[in-house]
């Protein structure tokens, strides 16, 4: 089993600034990615952003350049820098740890972090 701690989340006004980070601990093996997801009210989850083991990223086609995510293999643990966050960015964010192969492959979720933007 595999643990997902969030933080980071809040309300801000449009233009600022967040950092979110999860770590995650527990029966760890073969992590291929850490990242992000988001889901606003009514809306599907979408991908945010991904960081790779291999230290390749992958962002979801909104972020346009206003956010960054980094990762501490080390610590199993991943950031999310964003600036310049939208009214639109508004939604519950989830820390994903994906990896493992074939029939030992693995998916956890954490419980979500609220980001709120608005003046």
């Known amino acids: 089993q595999v643990h997902l701690v969030e933080s980071g989340g809040g309300l801000v006004q449009p233009g600022g600034s967040l950092k979110l980070s999860c770590a995650a601990s527990g029966n760890i093996f073969q992590m291929y990615a850490m990242g992000w997801y988001r889901q606003a009210p009514g809306k599907q989850r979408d991908m945010v952003a991904l960081?790779?083991?291999?230290?390749?990223?992958r962002y979801g086609d909104f972020v346009m350049g206003r956010f960054a995510i980094s990762m501490d293999n080390a610590k199993n643990t991943v950031f999310l820098q964003m600036d310049s966050l939208k009214p639109e960015d508004t939604a519950i964010y989830y820390c994903?740890?994906?990896?493992?192969?074939?029939?030992?492959?693995?998916?956890?979720w954490g419980q979500g972090t609220q980001v709120t933007v608005s003046s």
């Open positions: 960081a790779i083991k291999d230290g390749s990223a």
């Open positions: 994903l740890i994906t990896g493992g192969l074939g029939t030992q492959s693995y998916d956890y």
